[in-house]
């Protein structure tokens, strides 16, 4: 258990952070199921504009640093190129 002060501050930021963290994470990954639902039914146009919604997310994740940047990107890369593959 924490004795110091900072100890307790850093501790109560981090599972505040876990949480927020968590929450993003979780929008990803649905955005990115909607994109594969869209694609498995293979409606271009809507898998279309899930990715756009989708890429949002993925950068914005990345850019508040619960994804690696390479992971978004590669990503984004992989849901386009199924796309084009429709």
């Excluded at 955005?31 to 898998?47: Q, Y």
């Amino acid at each position: 258990m924490a004795n110091h002060k900072s100890a307790k501050t850093r501790i109560n930021r981090n599972n505040k952070r876990s949480i927020i963290n968590g929450a993003r994470r979780s929008r990803v990954r649905t955005f990115v199921k909607k994109v594969n639902a869209a694609i498995l039914e293979n409606n271009k146009e809507a898998a279309k504009a899930a990715l756009v919604v989708a890429e949002s997310e993925l950068m914005r994740a990345a850019q508040k640093g619960v994804l690696p940047k390479n992971t978004a990107s590669r990503t984004v890369s992989r849901l386009s190129a199924k796309i084009k593959a429709l």
